[in-house]
């Protein structure tokens, strides 16, 4: 297995995307280099961080041989420029370079991802925009959840829910919320007091825990209503501010029933959505001037209110005040750098970075396949509290140890977890009884510490 130093990742493009994969993958280790076209990108860049950064056109022949492009374990294009990206990775990739991810937003490329991978060696293709929409779209579905994340394809989730003073949980211990609640969850990680850890049995959930929990979808709704925590089902939903997430975002909460108005200023692009979306209702007015034109009654009805334009100071502003209105789920766009992420105490609006979003995908994705080269076992990893908690899924063959034996009788090592087994099409809450087959899907809680294989969990 390569040591980390030895592994070259380059990264084309130094905006936001581009600096939040260098400050994480240079802690991380690796060989890093970051090319950029702009002098002082570049020179900023290598104040910050102990990388490799290089001036110049990531997509020009002359300067990838320059580079040693072919010897690239992987290649990240993430440049504002779809053509330049998708120019940079095949050229990249026709020179050897082992793996190829490009940021493409154009929708009509996005929808040709099919021939990009299979026909010009893309491994991966980020669309930032939709995935933030999706993201926020996972986040709509229980009004305490503040991340939602999706393994398995689909069966298995993981959610991040905040306790709040008047939250149930608080004074109960895992087993009672187990054995006396009926839950079929598991906490798998618990934030308290800014320190993560994997909980116990008789760990009391306290006001202000930050919970990680994993099971099966369509249990989550089930036990949440058991434990007298909110799942109201979306019925209307308000959104501000209009461009590509709106897009994506509408489509896919008007897909599931739900009653889709969208306040976009601008007359022009408001008009655009009103035409592109099938369903949606579009006012062309200010946000916060459009709440005032509301009934009661109307803003009651609204399930969730969502703050996207491409102002952060205005959409902190705008999910206050819908907060403040009573609304159970309220949502805000907000930069990757900026200080505004702090909010309040006590407050329930959750916030999303576009280019945090996108980052945590390349990252994750650029991590599995990185471990895959040695052990052909991760199926996908995301990267939760800046990177210190990771939640990796894991295929199991009949080559990985500690099959067919009881949980109970196994080792971990400190702060690792298995989340739950996938057998089948069925999600597994693993108890002491329980074990590892080849053929399942296993998914680790890790903290502070990061793992290539499944054996590793294990204390030998």
């Known amino acids: 297995m390569k040591s980390r130093s030895d592994i070259k990742i380059f990264i084309v493009g130094g905006g936001e995307i581009g600096r939040s994969l260098a400050g994480q993958l240079s802690r991380d280790g690796y060989e890093l280099t970051l090319i950029d076209r702009n002098q002082d990108v570049v020179k900023s860049l290598s104040n910050s961080f102990d990388i490799i950064c290089f001036e110049g056109n990531g997509a020009s022949y002359t300067t990838l041989q320059e580079l040693s492009a072919g010897k690239a374990d992987i290649w990240i294009a993430v440049t504002e420029s779809d053509e330049l990206n998708i120019l940079s990775c095949m050229t990249a990739h026709m020179m050897g370079a082992k793996h190829t991810i490009a940021r493409i937003r154009d929708v009509d490329y996005a929808r040709q991802n099919h021939f990009y991978k299979d026909k010009l060696g893309l491994s991966m293709i980020i669309n930032p925009e939709l995935a933030t929409a999706l993201e926020i779209f996972r986040l709509l579905r229980f009004p305490l959840a503040t991340r939602v ?4 394809r689909g069966r ?3 959610v991040q829910i905040n306790v709040r003073a008047e939250s149930p949980l608080i004074g109960h211990s895992l087993i009672e919320m187990n054995q006396d609640m009926g839950i079929n969850l598991l906490i798998c990680a618990i934030v308290r007091d800014g320190e993560a850890f994997v909980p116990k049995g008789n760990t009391v959930i306290s006001r202000g825990d930050i919970l990680y929990m994993t ?4 249990e989550f709704r089930k036990s949440f209503k058991k434990i007298k925590l909110p799942v109201k089902p979306l019925q209307s939903v308000m959104i501000a501010g209009g461009g590509r997430i709106a897009y994506y975002l509408a489509e896919a909460v008007l897909e599931q029933g739900a009653k889709v108005t969208l306040i976009e200023k601008n007359k022009v692009m408001a008009t655009e959505l009103s035409e592109a979306v099938e369903g949606i209702n579009v ?3 200010d946000a916060l001037a459009y709440f005032d034109s509301m009934s009661q009654s109307d803003i009651e009805n609204t399930d969730a209110f969502i703050t996207i334009t491409d102002n952060d100071e205005y959409n902190l502003v705008a999910a206050m005040y819908g907060e403040s209105q009573g609304i159970s789920k309220v949502i805000s766009r907000i930069a990757a750098k900026s200080r505004l992420k702090v909010l309040p105490e006590g407050s329930k609006i959750c ?8 980052a945590d995908r390349i990252l994750g994705y650029s991590r599995s396949l990185l471990n895959a080269e040695d052990n052909d076992a991760v199926e996908s990893l995301y990267r939760l509290m800046d990177g210190r908690l990771e939640i990796i899924e894991f295929k199991v063959d009949d080559r990985d140890l500690n099959l067919n034996t009881p949980l109970k009788d196994l080792r971990m090592k400190q702060n690792m977890l298995i989340g739950c087994i996938i057998r089948d099409f069925r999600i597994i809450i693993p108890r002491g009884d329980d074990v590892i087959l080849p ?4 998914l680790v809680a890790v903290i502070d510490r990061q793992i290539a294989r499944l054996e590793d969990i294990f204390a030998s």
């Open 156 to 158: 298995a989730e993981l």
């Open 351 to 358: 916030t999303i970075s576009r280019e945090d979003v996108a």
């Open 215 to 218: 099971g099966a979808a369509d």
């Open 283 to 285: 006012v062309c007015d």
């Open 439 to 442: 053929g399942d899907t296993v």
């Open 149 to 152: 994340e999706t393994f398995a």
